[in-house]
């Protein structure tokens, strides 16, 4: 049961090819969102925007309440490299039942205020009206949401990313499926729903992904998801890594408001792009997110054996494969850069904005790939204190000033990503200093 960690070609990409083709399922779902909802045939620039807006906001909650993931993972590794899975037996069914119900909290809060939430993101008119469509369908599948990203965090912690995986290809395919049914329609069969139907498709893939989860947790873990009193005595620490991680979260998707609040503010065309661009960024961030997961759940066994010489090594070896996967798919997009944007819009505006800033998502890349890794690492090695520092140092030294100043100087789209590249290049420096200074002397 208790498998020595493989830090080999073979032994990462057994983990990571797994995880990448489940962390890109999330973001597939957005995409494929964008794409068809921005090809409809009634107001498809406002209809996107609103998309992008309320699935910004959603993204932001699923983050902020979804930390406990790789505090969970983080944890199970730990005792699986001490060789003492059985001391926390009961610690998954509990932080389960804590996320599911503060899910069911955040939704009925936000559900109240919703339309004075999209009027900060500067939304009006029929933006207004599609987002708030939008986001109290969508909104129905929190619980659901979290109960899959918790299962995630328990087969992650137990070095298993396979199950991750075929969860996510089963949820993505029938996303797309019900998308093009739902917001299309089928003449004189199913009326088109238009934005309404893209939240309908996601929140019922997210159901069955739930279901799944719960049936392969049961099946192929040593878990019960049955809820016994006393609480475990790793739920606190558990939580206290999960607040430091929240507060990150937080002061990341600060970031992401201003990007999207300022885009709305410039206009309708604006947003869109902005939208489309962003969309992107997630594709890849979640596709390196494979090799960070790699970092995660290996680091947090690693820890727990106490061989410092193999974490070395691993993050050696996880930068140098996320940089050239990176790279690949920087490559990629560059060669279809045109193509691309009108899978997206056919809006001349809404085309032009996009590509005056695409060549920016596509140059940050390996920073991001960088900053992903170490990301990973740390989480794995439980250090969420430093993780929430470096978030907040970013964010308010280094997104926000570079926004304002551009945003002065009127440049738009370009501020936006100009403070998107200074935000990760601190996030990536930052971390790799801080690892090399703490963990380069252990490794001799």
Request: with cysteine; aromatic share 14%.
């Amino acid at each position: 049961m208790y498998k020595k960690s493989n830090i080999t070609f073979k032994g990462i990409n057994k983990l990571a090819i797994p995880a990448i083709i489940a962390g890109i399922a999330e973001p597939l779902l957005s995409i494929t969102d964008t794409a068809i909802v921005g090809n409809i045939q009634v107001n498809p620039t406002e209809a996107l925007a609103a998309v992008g807006i309320a699935g910004s906001f959603i993204s932001a909650l699923v983050w902020i309440l979804a930390q406990t993931r790789s505090a969970i993972s983080a944890t199970i590794a730990k005792y699986l490299g001490a060789k003492k899975l059985e001391e926390i037996a009961t610690l998954p069914a509990q932080i389960i039942a804590i996320n599911i119900s503060l899910s069911i909290v955040i939704y009925f809060t936000t559900l109240f205020f919703v339309n004075e939430i999209f009027q900060l993101y500067n939304a009006s008119g029929l933006i207004l009206n599609y987002s708030v469509e939008y986001f109290k369908i969508r909104a129905l599948g929190f619980p659901l949401t979290l109960f899959v990203f918790s299962s995630f965090g328990i087969f992650r912690g137990l070095q298993n990313t396979f199950w991750p995986m075929v969860i996510s290809i089963v949820g993505a395919v029938l996303n797309v499926g019900l998308d093009f049914l739902l917001v299309y329609g089928i003449e004189g069969i199913i009326n088109p729903m238009n934005v309404k139907g893209a939240a309908w498709a996601s929140v019922i893939s997210q159901g069955v992904m739930a279901i799944l989860s719960l049936i392969l947790i049961l099946k192929k873990t040593p878990f019960s998801l049955k809820f016994t009193f006393p609480f475990n005595k790793e739920i606190g620490n558990l939580l206290a890594i999960s607040f430091n991680l929240i507060i990150r979260a937080i002061a990341l998707n600060v970031a992401l408001y201003l990007a999207n609040s300022y885009a709305t503010k410039y206009g309708d065309n604006y947003i869109a792009a902005q939208t489309i661009a962003f969309q992107i960024w997630l594709f890849f961030a979640f596709f390196i997110d494979g090799y960070a997961s790699v970092g995660n759940i290996v680091s947090g066994k690693l820890l727990g054996e106490k061989n410092y010489k193999k974490m070395w090594k691993l993050s050696v070896k996880l930068s140098r494969y996320s940089i050239v996967v990176s790279l690949l798919l920087s490559v990629i997009c560059a060669v279809f850069y045109f193509p691309i944007g009108k899978l997206f819009s056919q809006e001349p505006l809404v085309l032009k904005s996009f590509y005056s800033i695409f060549w920016i998502v596509l140059i940050m890349q390996p920073i991001n790939a960088v900053a992903f890794v170490f990301d990973g690492i740390f989480k794995g090695l439980a250090e969420a204190a430093t993780l929430r520092n470096l978030l907040l140092i970013a964010t308010f030294l280094g997104f926000l000033p570079v926004l304002l100043i551009g945003d002065y100087f009127n440049l738009k789209l370009y501020a936006i990503w100009l403070a998107f590249t200074v935000w990760m290049l601190l996030r990536a420096g930052i971390l790799v200093l801080k690892f090399r200074r703490k963990y380069l002397h252990k490794n001799t």
